[in-house]
């Protein structure tokens, strides 16, 4: 089945530890890829997407993530978690449906804590 | 905050009952989309409505259905409710109806069903 894939379901880092986050997904054609951010007792906020271009993005706090298209990734990094990160992510694929419409489909999510 | 407004906050209500969430979207988005976030499937894509017609079904089940009004404002109704409804239901909202746009989520529906 056609799906999305978070390999890391809960992550315990550091203050200052660098952070990856693996996201699959297993569409064949083209994709809109987004992380989304969930804060404790928040709604989703995006943290940043890839719809075309260059494979690196940079997106929102320091996050930035790399579109392999070979190996259907797109990873999630940060260089110097703060306690501030602790939070939930998730991976999201777009793809148009038949018929025009669009849904987002979502990875199970990586719960990050960061520890002081 | 993303723009996107949801009512209400909370909800507690008993097996077998109907409730409606209401969404509001963002000044100028035309498109709605609901999800379901639960701890057993995670989030999950409902319904989009784009303009006051669907465009999208996901895994939406029978007992529930959507609208969107005139005022491009958006409910999504649940009915026959089972313990297992129990979860958060997010609203969403885009500029248009293509894939091409991001989704702005709204602070979502807390329902439990007991």
């Known amino acids: 089945a056609q799906s999305v894939s978070q390999h890391n379901h809960h992550v315990i880092l550091s203050e200052a530890a660098s952070l990856e986050l693996g996201c699959n997904y297993s569409y064949g054609g083209t994709v809109n890829l987004f992380w989304y951010v969930q804060y404790p007792g928040q709604h989703l906020q995006l943290l940043l997407k890839y719809f075309s271009g260059d494979p690196l993005v940079k997106g929102i706090k320091g996050f930035e993530a790399e579109f392999i298209k070979s190996k259907f990734s797109f990873n999630l990094r940060k260089p110097s978690v703060q306690w501030s990160d602790t939070a939930e992510y998730f991976c999201a694929v777009n793809r148009i449906l038949t018929g025009g419409g669009n849904k987002l489909t979502f990875g199970t999510g990586t719960q990050l804590k960061v520890e002081l | 905050d993303s723009g996107v407004t949801q009512t209400p906050k909370h909800l507690i209500t008993a097996t077998g009952q109907r409730v409606t969430l209401r969404c509001s979207p963002r000044?100028?988005?035309?498109?709605v989309y609901w999800y379901q976030q639960s701890l057993d499937q995670g989030l999950q894509f409902l319904i989009q409505?784009?303009?006051?017609?669907?465009?999208a079904k996901g895994n939406i089940l029978e007992r529930f259905s959507a609208q969107q009004f005139p005022d491009l404002h958006s409910e999504l109704n649940l009915s026959s409710l089972e313990l297992g409804d129990s979860a958060l239901y997010f609203c969403?909202?885009?500029?248009?109806?293509?894939?091409?746009?991001?989704?702005?989520f709204g602070p979502g529906t807390r329902l439990t069903v007991l």
């Open positions: 969403a909202s885009s500029v248009s109806r293509d894939w091409g746009n991001e989704q702005f």
């Open positions: 409505y784009y303009n006051g017609e669907e465009r």
């Open positions: 000044s100028g988005d035309l498109s």
